[in-house]
């Protein structure tokens, strides 16, 4: 049956015996004409027949009744999908209606897409109505400046995490990025610090033209949240915490753990294993502690040592150990110390047990 009304649609057999390229482009163009006109009443099985057939003459014909196929499936809900996919497969020419447009293609589709084809390609899926931050993420990596440029102007692509660093990274040298970031609502925090740091003037002034105050007020909480991811790289990539966790171990099966080990772990210049002998002295999670260090955030740290009953030369070695010495600014450290040495004990205690009871 279905080799019956593929023969009725196309003759391949006379087809192959006809070297014309003309006959077999103006083929495939009332195929995919017949298909447009009736493509809301095809069955599944009249729908396989045509990808079939069309599948069969686009190696028969050249780009230019290709191009014609996507530009005419483009918008089609139901459109041939295997044939769909080949086209967007194609020369960037065959494949650009397809790609921006068709409703057909999916995830997987226009990823493997961006990933293996050209950057045109990956501009063209930049411009579709909606992407998806997966999508996103392949489409700036396989993609050029100009690519990343059409996401930034495109409301409808959801900035995964590839995405935004790539756009981050361009800000710095590419004003028109600059000007078409500063229009969105929806940045990331960290990515909308990366475009203060970098904006010009220019760039500035359009912000305050175009009354986009919510974007001025954030520039500070945006330059924190920036400067924290930093703090965090560059504080604790280098940190082996599973290491330092089994010689705390260790020395809490062979004896008391004490602030000496502590100051040990100091001398020896080891962040992680202070960080973690920390943590048990003062009974506090890590990540607790690091993230008051990454933010300097000194108050909370300072109360819990002095509940501790650290000696003021312990609290002071600590905000020098390892990469805590360029870190943390000479300011910090001198506040830190002097809210240290006028706390009482009997107070820091106090306020740990209020912290513990409030939950």
């Given at each position: 049956?279905?080799?019956?009304?593929?023969?009725?649609?196309?003759?391949?057999?006379a087809?192959?015996?006809?070297?014309?390229?003309?006959?077999r482009?103006?083929?495939?163009?009332?195929?995919?004409s017949?298909?447009?006109?009736?493509?809301?009443?095809?069955?599944?099985d009249?729908?396989h027949?045509?990808?079939?057939?069309?599948?069969?003459?686009?190696?028969?014909?050249?780009?230019?009744?290709?191009?014609?196929?996507?530009?005419?499936?483009?918008?089609?809900?139901n459109?041939?999908?295997?044939?769909?996919?080949?086209?967007a497969?194609?020369?960037?020419?065959?494949?650009?209606?397809?790609?921006?447009?068709?409703?057909?293609?999916?995830?997987d589709?226009?990823?493997r897409?961006?990933?293996?084809?050209?950057?045109?390609?990956?501009?063209?899926?930049?411009?579709?109505t909606?992407?998806s931050?997966?999508?996103?993420?392949?489409?700036?990596?396989?993609?050029?400046?100009?690519?990343?440029?059409?996401?930034?102007?495109?409301p409808?692509?959801?900035?995964?995490?590839?995405?935004?660093?790539?756009l981050?990274?361009?800000?710095?040298?590419?004003?028109?990025?600059?000007?078409?970031?500063?229009?969105?609502?929806?940045?990331?925090?960290?990515?909308?610090?990366?475009?203060?740091?970098?904006?010009?003037?220019?760039?500035?002034?359009?912000?305050?033209?175009?009354?986009?105050?919510?974007?001025?007020?954030?520039i500070?909480?945006?330059?924190?949240?920036?400067?924290e991811?930093?703090?965090?790289?560059?504080?604790?990539?280098?940190c082996d915490?599973?290491?330092?966790?089994?010689?705390v171990?260790?020395?809490?099966?062979?004896?008391?753990?004490?602030?000496?080990?502590?100051?040990?772990?100091?001398?020896?210049?080891?962040?992680?294993?202070?960080?973690?002998i920390?943590?048990?002295?003062?009974?506090l999670?890590?990540?607790?502690?690091?993230?008051?260090?990454?933010?300097?955030?000194?108050?909370?740290?300072?109360?819990?040592?002095?509940?501790?009953?650290?000696?003021?030369?312990?609290?002071?070695?600590?905000?020098?150990?390892?990469?805590?010495?360029t870190?943390?600014?000479?300011?910090?450290?001198?506040?830190?110390?002097l809210?240290?040495?006028?706390?009482?004990?009997?107070?820091?205690?106090?306020?740990?047990?209020?912290?513990n009871?409030?939950?």
């Amino acid at each position: 049956m279905s080799m019956a009304v593929e023969t009725q649609l196309v003759d391949f057999n006379a087809l192959e015996q006809d070297p014309s390229v003309e006959r077999r482009g103006a083929l495939m163009k009332q195929v995919v004409s017949l298909f447009a006109l009736t493509a809301d009443r095809c069955s599944d099985d009249l729908l396989h027949i045509y990808d079939s057939v069309l599948l069969r003459l686009a190696d028969m014909v050249e780009q230019e009744a290709k191009r014609f196929a996507s530009e005419k499936l483009a918008d089609l809900q139901n459109a041939p999908r295997d044939f769909v996919c080949a086209l967007a497969e194609d020369d960037y020419v065959v494949a650009e209606p397809v790609l921006k447009h068709s409703p057909v293609l999916t995830d997987d589709d226009l990823i493997r897409v961006a990933d293996s084809k050209s950057p045109s390609h990956a501009t063209f899926i930049a411009q579709r109505t909606s992407l998806s931050e997966h999508v996103t993420d392949a489409v700036a990596h396989r993609g050029d400046d100009q690519t990343r440029r059409e996401l930034a102007a495109n409301p409808g692509a959801r900035f995964g995490d590839v995405a935004a660093r790539l756009l981050s990274a361009q800000l710095s040298r590419d004003e028109s990025l600059q000007r078409t970031l500063a229009e969105r609502e929806d940045m990331p925090k960290h990515l909308l610090a990366e475009l203060i740091r970098h904006a010009t003037h220019e760039v500035r002034a359009q912000l305050v033209e175009k009354g986009r105050f919510s974007e001025l007020n954030k520039i500070e909480d945006a330059a924190r949240v920036a400067e924290e991811r930093l703090g965090f790289d560059f504080l604790f990539d280098g940190c082996d915490f599973d290491q330092a966790e089994r010689q705390v171990t260790s020395f809490m099966v062979h004896g008391q753990l004490d602030e000496l080990h502590l100051v040990d772990a100091m001398k020896d210049n080891d962040l992680a294993l202070a960080i973690s002998i920390l943590c048990r002295l003062c009974d506090l999670e890590r990540s607790t502690i690091m993230t008051w260090v990454s933010k300097k955030q000194m108050e909370p740290l300072v109360v819990s040592a002095r509940a501790a009953e650290f000696a003021d030369s312990t609290i002071q070695q600590f905000l020098s150990v390892g990469p805590l010495a360029t870190w943390l600014s000479n300011d910090v450290r001198n506040i830190a110390m002097l809210r240290f040495e006028t706390l009482k004990v009997e107070t820091a205690q106090r306020i740990v047990s209020y912290w513990n009871t409030d939950g």
